[in-house]
């Protein structure tokens, strides 16, 4: 049996805060476009180690290892496919450190991405290959000391069921998360609502599911609401970006403030979830706000994705739970059309 990390501090603080983004703050202390972040767990830890450290300072009771692109898949893109086991224990000792010397409980976990790769028949992985490849680095994420293997802004549902299927094998008790970044579903077309039942009939299930990443922050809200609907007693994670991605010349910059994340965190919240962190864009003072927010706010009603709307701000996908996201004058307007 594994042990559960997070069910226990669950039941010590009800809803816990994950850390930030890994690549917009590596970006910002140098990393260039096309550089493997995973390689700097050799040739810069110092940088992942302040990375680590800022977000504990922040306040995160959760923090994601340096190893989003850790398959061999992802890292032969980098000539570094052979190094699969060593890059992702140095990610996850590196994290293990920081959290070690922290006087509060913080939890390690390993980051797992995507392969990059389509399965089998869309593509050439085969789902044994996959499942191979996600427990290489599992394998290396557990022996750095990762407490739970994070599979995370997963497209497919056979690629998050192989990645579950490797955690299992590895021994690790794992999470995951959608991206929900097309017209409201994923890029293969799961629904947040059918996230649950992704991993049924796997010998162990999952410590927490939900979404991260995306298009912005109302929209990962709308998500939840569906996957707090659909299974309201499930331990939700939603980990959305920084407001809404903008590109200013070759640069892109996200939209949220420290203010609007806070009531991102207090909507979160009252939609259901259990664990709330930030994605991409989100830094170290936006999470300290998240953090200042979670520790202040009482549970509030659930809200309505009209309600985020007017709180954080428009939707990206318009097709979105279509039926909650009209506005009261679109409904109006079918009234009258139909």
Same mark, same amino acid.
């Given at each position: ?8 501090? #669950? ?5 816990? #805060? ?20 995973? %390689?700097? @767990? ?19 009771? $959760?923090? !994601? ?22 890059? @992702? ?23 797992? *991405? ?25 394998? /290396?994420?557990?022996? /750095? ?9 997963? +497209? ?11 955690? $299992? ?8 998360? /959608? ?10 077309? %799961? #629904? ?8 049924? *009939? !796997? ?6 599911? /939900? ?6 922050? +109302?929209?990962?809200?709308? +998500?939840? !609401? ?13 980990? *959305? ?18 203010? %609007?994340? +806070?009531?991102?965190? &207090?909507?979160?919240?009252? *939609? ?14 936006? #999470? ?28 990206? @996908? ?12 679109? &409904? ?7």
């Amino acid at each position: 049996m594994t042990t559960n990390p997070i069910d226990a501090l #669950l039941a010590e603080k009800g809803v816990l #805060l994950a850390d930030g983004a890994t690549g917009t703050n590596l970006f910002a202390m140098g990393l260039e476009a096309g550089e493997a972040p995973e %390689l700097w @767990n050799e040739s810069a830890p110092e940088k992942i180690e302040t990375l680590h450290q800022k977000f504990v300072d922040a306040g995160a009771d $959760i923090i !994601l290892t340096n190893s989003f692109g850790g398959t061999r898949h992802r890292l032969k893109l980098h000539h570094a496919q052979d190094r699969v086991f060593e890059l @992702n224990k140095r990610a996850a000792e590196i994290a293990r450190a920081v959290a070690d010397k922290t006087a509060r409980k913080v939890i390690v976990a390993g980051s797992v *991405g995507p392969t990059g790769e389509l399965l089998v028949p869309l593509g050439a992985l085969t789902y044994d290959q996959a499942v191979d490849a996600f427990a290489e680095q599992i394998e /290396g994420l557990k022996a /750095g000391g990762a407490e739970v293997a994070w599979i995370e802004t997963m +497209s497919a549902p056979d690629e998050i069921r192989a990645a579950a299927e490797a955690a $299992i094998r590895v021994g690790l008790p794992y999470t995951y998360t /959608g991206s929900f970044d097309t017209a409201g579903r994923t890029m293969m077309g %799961l #629904l947040p609502k059918d996230i649950h039942g992704v991993v049924d *009939g !796997l010998a162990q299930t999952p410590l927490g599911v /939900g979404a991260n990443c995306g298009v912005g922050a +109302s929209d990962i809200l709308a +998500s939840l !609401l569906d996957m707090s609907e659909a299974r309201p007693d499930a331990t939700i994670i939603v980990k *959305g970006n920084c407001g809404i991605p903008e590109f200013r010349g070759t640069e892109i910059h996200y939209s949220g403030t420290p203010e %609007l994340m +806070s009531d991102y965190v &207090r909507l979160a919240v009252d *939609g259901g979830a259990r664990i709330i962190g930030g994605c991409c864009g989100t830094s170290f003072e936006h #999470l300290a706000a998240m953090r200042k927010a979670l520790d202040a706010h009482k549970k509030e009603a659930r809200p309505t994705v009209e309600a985020i709307i007017e709180r954080i701000g428009p939707m990206r @996908n318009k097709l979105a739970a279509p039926n909650a996201a009209e506005t009261s004058e679109g &409904r109006r307007e079918r009234r009258r059309r139909s």
